[in-house]
């Protein structure tokens, strides 16, 4: 699933009075847009994620200051650096995430393909590698 990760150059259109960027789904993303979310107000230090999704996908973009990214599927790591606003980074199901390294103001755009389901989080790790078939035994329970 980590391969399928990726950047995406949204497009830009700009003009003596600024830039604008666009995103249509299913033409710039391959999904439909169910769910749009942001985080903001992130202290310094701050780590957000340390989750997997198991249907999800998501298009990640640093509207405002920078963040990183960091990916795993158990095997590889990937670190993606977010600091421009038409810069996408699009997230498979199945891969573990965590964002840290939040700039001061700045803002995270996510553009999601399901509505909000606390079912289709792998909250633990060691579930998450279970479920991708890498850790052996049942999930832990309570
Ligand atoms: P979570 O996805 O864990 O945030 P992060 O990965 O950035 O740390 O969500 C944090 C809380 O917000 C969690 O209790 C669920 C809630 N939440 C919603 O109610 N709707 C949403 O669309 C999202 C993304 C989170």
């Not at 600024?18 to 942001?38: A, C, Q, S, W």
Request: hydrophobic share 35%.
């Amino acid at each position: 699933p980590l391969d399928h990760c990726r950047i995406i150059n949204l497009p830009v259109v700009t003009d003596v009075h600024g830039k604008l960027t666009f995103i249509e789904e299913n033409r710039h993303i391959p999904f439909d847009i169910k769910r749009v979310y942001y985080l903001y107000d992130v202290p310094g230090g701050a780590v957000r994620g340390a989750h997997a999704h198991k249907a999800l996908q998501q298009l990640y973009i640093c509207l405002s200051g920078s963040c990183d990214i960091k990916l795993t599927d158990g095997f590889k790591d990937k670190t993606f650096h977010l600091n421009r606003s038409y810069m996408g980074l699009l997230l498979s199901p199945m891969v573990w995430r965590s964002v840290d390294n939040f700039s001061s103001n700045s803002v995270l755009l996510v553009l999601a393909s399901q509505l909000y389901d606390e079912d289709d989080y792998y909250r633990d790790y060691n579930d998450y590698l279970r479920g991708r078939g890498i850790l052996d035994g049942p999930a832990e329970t309570g």
